[in-house]
């Protein structure tokens, strides 16, 4: 069982950044695939960035590569999402996710555990 617990969303402007994390329980952290998340309102929940078990295979989607950094320190059981060049079309409610595995996944459903999510605004 995993637990995990984001932080670090807010009110921002266009242009501006954001350091979200996600902090993990269990001592099984290192041997889980993350992934973050984000869904807008009335938008169905859509693939932001994935990273792997060790951290050395990431992967991002289309509309965040160059923007968005996804890391992990799996001494501390965390989860980042860098965002920087933020856009008004990046908010939403951003959540991660873990995956069993030792690669890196882009769909929900390959996903065991979520969090409850954080909010990103971006104003204009």
């Known amino acids: 069982q995993v637990q995990l617990v984001e932080s670090g969303g807010g009110l921002v402007q266009a242009g501006g950044s954001l350091r979200l994390s996600c902090a993990a329980s269990?001592?099984?952290?290192?041997?889980?695939?993350m992934g973050w998340f984000r869904q807008a309102p009335g938008k169905e929940r859509e693939f932001v960035a994935a990273?792997?078990?060790?951290?050395?295979?990431?992967y991002y989607a289309d509309s965040v590569k160059g923007r968005f950094t996804i890391s992990r320190d799996n001494a501390k059981n965390t989860v980042y999402l860098q965002m920087n060049s933020l856009k008004p079309e990046d908010t939403a409610v951003y959540y991660c996710?873990?995956?069993?595995?030792?690669?890196?996944?882009?769909?929900?459903?390959?996903?065991?555990?979520w969090g409850q999510g954080t909010q990103v605004t971006v104003s204009s």
């Open positions: 269990g001592r099984t952290f290192s041997s889980y695939a």
């Open positions: 996710a873990a995956a069993s595995g030792y690669s890196f996944y882009t769909r929900p459903n390959e996903y065991n555990y």
């Open positions: 990273i792997s078990w060790s951290g050395d295979s990431t």
